[in-house]
């Protein structure tokens, strides 16, 4: 990836299983463009859930969430079930990130079929987008995965419906359900960063009021 990354002149992430001794986590590397391995990410929330027990395989990331300076902007990354949540992403924001990315790999519930949350996903990240005003890659595989188990076969059908969402939330690129695609889109970040300035919701934040995010119950 180091190599291709080098001859394509592109930032490359590059997802993989790693293993840290007795330890095993959800990681990604992100590759600069002239190849320059820029360092690792952790997936921090671990899901588990029916065809996602993730907690069985990683143990959740201590890298912390993090931003990256590539050759064309600051990027922050985090993974999947990270997307759900909005501490992740304006973390990532606070520390610089001018586009964030999250690949994922998310579809139907096994123990459902009826449900169908691609449009809950997709706007979550939206409000990520717009509430950071930050454009947002979200990039998702197709296709079926089917696994036999004690109680029959079990089925995932993945949503694909990668998008690109511009920096109050819109889309301005997506793919469909069942087909590869190659996803483009062109951003001003001098002109989002001057928006996200003026718009005042990094202006106006209480640091001082939020420390019950610091809790599980909201109990200081």
Not at 16 to 30: C, R, V
Not at 143 to 160: D, W
Request: glycine share 10%; proline share 5%.
């Amino acid at each position: 990836m180091q190599k291709l990354a080098k001859e394509l002149g592109v930032v490359i992430p590059v997802s993989f299983f790693e293993e840290a001794n007795t330890a095993h986590y959800n990681s990604i590397a992100i590759i600069d463009a002239d190849g320059t391995d820029l360092g690792i990410y952790r997936k921090s929330h671990i899901p588990d859930g029916p065809g996602y027990q993730e907690k069985f395989y990683f143990n959740p990331g201590d890298t912390g969430f993090k931003v990256f300076q590539t050759k064309f902007a600051k990027i922050g990354v985090a993974i999947c079930w990270d997307q759900w949540f909005p501490e992740a992403a304006r973390a990532m924001v606070l520390q610089g990130a001018e586009i964030l990315f999250y690949p994922t790999a998310i579809g139907s519930e096994p123990q459902d079929q009826g449900l169908d949350s691609r449009d809950h996903w997709r706007r979550v990240m939206q409000g990520h987008a717009g509430a950071n005003v930050v454009p947002l890659v979200a990039s998702n595989r197709i296709g079926k995965e089917i696994i036999e188990t004690e109680h029959g076969p079990s089925q995932i059908t993945f949503y694909g419906t990668s998008f690109i969402a511009g920096p109050t939330g819109e889309i301005v690129a997506e793919a469909d359900d069942k087909s590869e695609a190659v996803l483009v889109a062109q951003f001003d970040l001098d002109m989002i960063k001057s928006k996200r300035q003026s718009w005042g919701v990094f202006r106006d934040r209480r640091p001082d009021l939020y420390k019950v995010l610091l809790t599980m119950d909201g109990n200081l």
